[in-house]
């Protein structure tokens, strides 16, 4: 985080984000009439995460087993030319992607951008039956017509604002947070900002 922002408000706190994912993975399920055919794959590094705990929930709710992975856009991110040396995290999807459900799990979306190179590596992987998204916060802003299937809170903000997601499996504490505008945004945005 560029020293020049300032938190200008905590939209969510820990609590708001347990509760958000527990009425995500219940939409989930109603929407898809139960488990039977999801799997679940976040984007790393925040929505990896996220998704490990929806998971863990609807495994909870339904009481079976929910394939799930996490993936690693680096190398499908239309900007990936002006990064020098992307931060390279690995993609493990161990199951057959080919008729699923696939719930691809992000922390924030923005422009759209990161979820369109999410959708070109999962096609490189297999053919879904669907493919859902599932994020933490949409703070609008699309640049591209992709849209959330599940969002746990609506966040309005500037274009030149930063939203960042801290989640306690990661970072030690669980929140959301609107930072102000300053020279970071686009390409230099930090990961866990969305895009």
């Known amino acids: 985080m560029n020293g020049s922002q300032h938190v200008k408000s905590v939209c969510m706190d820990e609590a708001e984000i347990e509760r958000a994912l527990t009425r995500i993975a219940h939409q989930i399920l109603e929407t898809n009439h139960g488990a039977d055919n999801l799997a679940l794959v976040g984007i790393v590094t925040r929505g990896d995460t996220l998704a490990k705990v929806l998971r863990d929930e609807i495994e909870h709710i339904e009481g079976k087993t929910i394939p799930f992975g996490h993936l690693d856009i680096s190398f499908y991110r239309d900007d990936y030319m002006t990064h020098l040396a992307p931060e390279v995290h690995g993609t493990h999807i161990p199951f057959d992607i080919n008729g699923k459900d696939v719930i691809l799990v992000d922390d924030v979306l923005y422009t759209g951008r990161t979820i369109r190179a999410a959708l070109d590596a999962l ?66 945005a930090p990961s866990s900002e969305g895009e």
């Not at 992709?146 to 970072?171: C, H, M, Q, W």
């Open 123 to 188: 096609m490189d992987m297999g053919r879904p039956s669907t493919v859902q998204l599932a994020v933490l916060v949409d703070r609008g802003h699309r640049e591209l017509p992709i849209r959330a299937d599940y969002v746990g809170k609506n966040v309005p903000s500037a274009a030149n604002e930063n939203v960042r997601t801290f989640l306690k499996e990661v970072d030690g504490r669980s929140e959301v947070e609107i930072l102000d505008g300053d020279s970071t945004s686009g390409a230099d």
